[in-house]
């Protein structure tokens, strides 16, 4: 039989759950906001530290850094949506007309030779190439239709970065002040947390990014079909690991080389072969000072499996998760398992 003093512990433990389970299905609509506004509080604190020690005032200053980024935020949304939508019926009426099969004959002759298995090929073509336009259409049509949505998003990202940039010290400590972790391992965990977003803010997404927007001015540079569209496309595969945007300057320079712009297409293959492949050498020595690495097999398996779990933020979530396990599997391996928790 359990004695009174157990009972209590595993009555108070069943309500810690249940609390815990009942907090996180409140704030699950809009956790993704919640963990933009602290990521973007962590990437900015630096700049509201410098704002702050010429105005004096900390609600003044972390209102400053809000508003400029809620500002950018609707600006990008402003700009780039509707001629994401515009280009996205182009693209789709573009592919309808164009003929997508004759330069693949030109290299596959053989394989072509039968006018049904022609055919066959070109509708599963235009078929997979429509299925990807309304794809991106129903996204970006989706995203004018959650406006309200997307506002009350902006809103939770505002006050989140507001308060966690203002009372960042604060937090901290009150974070510390809670967990039930060791001060050592609560040492590691802080310094995986800390490597793995520096890592992730500085060595995937900044790099990501630029290699992203370098690819698109190649792309208007030799005049891509739709290059707004595919230079958006650059920016998101950008950030992934192992894959960047040469999927997008790739192939849409064997286009441009299939269907007769020669001079074009080998200018965009140089391009990204020489320009794009450049930036991160050009740029990881510069950064490497502000990141800790991380293994690239963690990062990758991590970022794939969290975008599939938890969406877009899982790109930080996942490998968080793993690198989290590393740290218990190293205390269970030196047999400090114990000293894991206070």
């Excluded at 604190?45 to 410098?50: A, Q, S």
């Excluded at 707004?228 to 945007?245: C, S, W, Y």
């Excluded at 441009?256 to 020489?274: K, Q």
Aim: aromatic share 12%; with cysteine; net charge positive.
């Amino acid at each position: 039989m359990f004695d009174e003093k157990a009972v209590k512990r595993i009555s108070a433990l069943f309500l810690v759950l249940v609390l815990i389970i009942l907090s996180f299905i409140v704030v699950r609509p809009i956790l993704i906001s919640v963990i933009l506004g602290l990521l973007f509080a962590y990437i900015l604190y630096p700049l509201y530290v410098k704002v702050y020690r010429v105005i004096k005032e900390k609600n003044i200053s972390a209102l400053i850094i809000c508003v400029v980024i809620v500002a950018i935020i609707f600006l990008l949304l402003w700009f780039i949506v509707p001629i994401m939508i515009q280009q996205t019926f182009d693209f789709y009426t573009y592919t309808q007309r164009v003929d997508l099969l004759s330069p693949i004959k030109k290299l596959f002759p053989n394989v072509f030779s039968s006018p049904d298995f022609s055919k066959e090929i070109l509708i599963s073509m235009h078929n997979f190439v429509g299925k990807f336009a309304s794809f991106l259409l129903e996204g970006l049509t989706n995203i004018l239709l959650s406006i309200p949505l997307i506002l009350l998003h902006v809103v939770v990202i505002f006050f989140t970065l507001f308060f966690a940039l203002r009372d960042n010290e604060i937090i901290i400590r009150s974070l510390k002040g809670i967990s039930p972790l060791t001060p050592e391992a609560e040492k590691k965990f802080f310094e995986q947390s800390r490597d793995i977003t520096r890592s992730f803010i500085y060595g995937i997404l900044i790099i990501g990014l630029v290699q992203g927007i370098v690819t698109g001015i190649g792309l208007f540079i030799f005049r891509v079909p739709n290059a707004t569209m595919f230079t958006v496309l650059a920016v998101l595969v950008g950030i992934l690991p192992m894959i960047g945007p040469m999927v997008i300057w790739l192939p849409a320079g064997l286009y441009l080389l299939l269907s007769g712009n020669t001079a074009s297409g080998v200018g965009l293959l140089v391009f990204g072969a020489v320009i794009v492949s450049l930036v991160e050498p050009v740029l990881r020595p510069y950064i490497i000072s502000k990141t800790t690495k991380i293994h690239p097999l963690i990062a990758f398996i991590g970022m794939i499996g969290g975008v599939f779990v938890f969406g877009i933020i899982g790109l930080i979530i996942g490998p968080l998760v793993l690198a989290y396990l590393l740290i218990v599997a190293e205390f269970y391996k030196e047999k400090r398992f114990d000293k894991l928790f206070k």
